[in-house]
C-alpha cells in the first residue's frame, strides 16, 4: 500500500509539472512568461492544483462571486501566519491562471496579443491618443455681465457661449 501511495505521488508530480510545462508554454506565446512559481505562506504554490480546485467550484468568476478564496486558503494548509492568503490566492490565480482558464476550460478565443503583434495598451491615468480635446474649447464673443454683489456693489462677469463638440 505504501508503494502505490509513492507512484501516486509520483503521478501527482508528474502531472503537475506537465501542467505547468503547459501553463509556461501558454505564457510564453502570450507574452507574458514567467520562471519562478509564486511563493504563498513560504512553500511554493501548486498552480496545477488551485487550478483544478478552482475550476471544480465553476471557475475564477464564481469563487469570486461566491467569496470562496478564503476557504481555497484553507485547503492549501498554509501557515496561520499567512493572514492574506485568500487575498494571495487571487491574485496570483488572476496573473498565472486566469486567462489560461478561458481558453482551455472554457474555450473561449485567446484574445491576448500574439508576440510580434502587441495590443495597445496605455498605463493607468493615461490618456487615449483618441481623447477629444476641442470638448475643453470655448468659442463665441465674452460678453459683459453686472451682477449685483455684497454691499451694493456690482461684480463684472464675462459669459461666453459654450458649444458642443460635433
Known amino acids: 500500500m505504501a508503494n502505490s501511495t509513492g507512484k501516486n505521488l509520483l503521478d501527482q508530480r508528474r502531472k503537475g509539472q506537465a501542467f505547468l510545462d503547459e501553463l509556461r508554454q501558454f505564457h510564453q506565446s502570450r507574452g507574458s512568461p514567467f520562471k519562478k512559481i509564486p511563493i504563498v505562506g513560504g512553500k511554493e504554490l501548486d498552480l496545477n492544483a488551485l487550478y483544478i480546485r478552482v475550476v471544480s467550484l465553476g471557475g475564477f468568476a464564481k469563487v469570486s462571486d461566491k467569496n470562496q478564496w478564503a476557504e ?3 485547503e492549501f494548509n498554509f501557515p496561520r501566519s499567512c493572514s492574506n492568503a485568500a487575498f ?7 496573473r498565472y491562471l486566469e486567462k489560461y482558464e478561458k481558453v482551455h476550460h472554457f474555450g473561449e478565443d485567446d484574445e491576448e496579443a500574439q508576440p510580434g503583434n502587441p495590443k495597445a495598451s496605455l498605463p493607468v491615468g493615461a490618456i487615449p491618443s483618441s481623447y477629444n480635446y476641442q470638448q475643453h474649447v470655448v468659442s463665441g464673443e465674452p460678453s459683459v455681465l453686472l451682477r449685483p454683489g455684497n454691499g451694493g456693489k456690482f461684480l463684472l462677469f464675462q459669459r461666453m457661449q459654450l458649444t458642443a463638440p460635433l
Open 72 to 74: 481555497l486558503g484553507e
Open 88 to 94: 494571495a490566492l487571487r491574485q496570483y490565480y488572476l
